[in-house]
C-alpha cells in the first residue's frame, strides 16, 4: 500500500513553525537548526502539493490550506507524543530508575541551565532528566510531565510556581564602549548609543530608562531581535547596547564577548519559575531538583517545598 503520510519530523517542524509563527523559535524548541526547519517545511509543501505558510511582516503565517491540514493532523501528533512520552515513563519506572519529565524556556536552558546540570547530575546521578518540548501556550498540566520551567509574574491558584531567577535587567555593551573619551559612563551616555531591543520585549529599554529617572529622554530602539543569542551577537559585533536579564549573559560577561556597561540593575516583575500542578504530588526526585535549581540560582535558605522563596522587589 502506498504511504500518504510525511515524516514526523516534517510534521513537529510545521506543527511547531505554525504554533509559534517564526522559524527560528520553532527551530530552538526543537533544538534543530533553522535551516532545517525550513527544509523540512518545504519538502512538506512538495509532498501535500500546496503551501503552508505564508510571510506576513516579521511572522510565517498560515495559509488557508495551511490552517486546515494543522487542526488536521496536530491531535495525532499531540497523541504520538504522550503516547511514546508515557511508554517511556513506564520503562524507567520497571527499571527502577527515577526520571524527571521536565519542559523548560528554550532561551534560560541553553544560557544558564545546560551548563549546571552536570553538577545535577553529579549529586544525582540515580535521576534521569528528560525534556520535553517547549510550548509557548501549554497549560501546565500534562501527566506526562514532572514540571516546567517558564516565564511569568503571576500564576492561577492551581499551579505551585517557585521563582527562580532573572529579574534584573541590566545594560549590556561591547568592551570598548567603555574605553576612551567617549566611554559610557553614566546612564544618558548608554541612551545616546543605537539602542537594540528583544523582539519580545521593545519596554525593556522604557523600563530602565524610567528606574534610571530619564524616561522622557528614552529613544526608541534602532534594531530588534528574536531571541537573546542574537541580540547578544549583535551587541558583541558592535552594533549598539542592550538591556537584557543578567542571567542570560553570564558566560558572554566572563569571556569578554560583551561587558556590562553600567552597573544598574532594574528589576523587573517577569522572571523564570519552577511550576508544577499544585494538586500533584512531588516526587522525591523533583524536590531534590527544586532544592538544586533554587541553590543555583541565589545561595539563600530554601523555603519549605510549595512556598515562594523571597525575590527583588517587582
Known amino acids: 500500500m502506498r504511504m500518504h503520510s510525511p515524516s514526523l519530523s516534517e510534521l513537529h517542524a510545521f506543527s511547531a513553525a505554525a504554533r509559534l509563527g517564526s522559524y527560528s523559535l520553532a527551530a530552538q524548541e526543537l533544538y534543530v537548526t533553522q535551516g532545517g526547519i525550513s527544509r523540512a517545511i518545504a519538502r512538506l509543501e512538495e509532498h501535500l502539493g500546496f503551501a503552508l505558510f505564508e510571510r506576513q511582516g516579521r511572522r510565517n503565517a498560515l495559509t488557508r490550506a495551511g490552517q486546515e491540514y494543522l487542526q488536521a493532523v496536530e491531535p495525532s501528533i499531540m497523541a504520538i507524543e504522550a503516547a511514546s512520552a508515557a511508554a517511556r515513563r513506564s520503562s524507567n519506572q520497571r527499571n527502577s530508575a527515577p526520571q524527571l519529565r521536565l519542559s523548560v524556556v528554550p532561551t534560560l536552558f541553553s544560557h544558564w541551565l545546560i551548563p549546571r546540570l552536570p553538577d545535577f547530575s553529579a549529586r544525582h546521578p540515580g535521576v534521569m532528566l528528560s525534556f520535553a518540548p517547549y510550548r509557548r501556550d501549554d497549560a501546565l498540566n ?15 491558584p492551581d499551579i505551585a510556581a517557585d521563582y527562580v531567577i532573572g529579574r534584573d535587567l541590566v545594560p549590556i555593551c561591547h568592551p570598548r564602549d567603555l574605553q576612551g573619551s567617549r566611554a559610557i559612563s553614566c546612564a544618558a551616555d548608554a541612551l545616546t548609543r543605537p539602542l537594540l531591543a528583544h523582539t519580545n520585549y521593545p519596554g525593556n529599554w ?26 547578544v551577537q ?3 559585533a558592535g552594533m549598539g547596547v542592550a538591556v537584557v536579564q ?16 553600567l552597573d544598574a540593575p532594574v528589576n523587573i516583575e517577569r522572571g523564570y519559575f519552577l511550576c508544577r500542578p499544585a494538586a500533584r504530588t512531588p516526587s522525591t526526585a523533583l524536590k531534590q531538583l527544586r532544592h538544586w535549581i533554587l541553590e543555583q540560582a541565589a545561595p539563600r535558605a530554601i523555603p519549605p517545598d510549595g512556598a515562594a522563596p523571597s525575590a527583588p522587589a517587582a
Open 142 to 156: 500534562a501527566p506526562e510531565i514532572d514540571a516546567w520551567i517558564r516565564v511569568g509574574s503571576h500564576w492561577a
Open 206 to 231: 522604557a523600563c530602565w530608562a524610567a528606574a534610571q529617572g530619564i524616561a522622557k529622554d528614552c529613544p526608541q530602539p534602532t534594531a530588534d531581535f528574536e531571541t537573546v543569542a542574537l541580540l
Open 234 to 236: 549583535a551587541v558583541a
Open 246 to 261: 543578567r542571567c542570560l549573559v553570564e558566560e558572554d560577561l566572563a569571556a569578554g564577548r560583551v561587558a556590562q556597561a
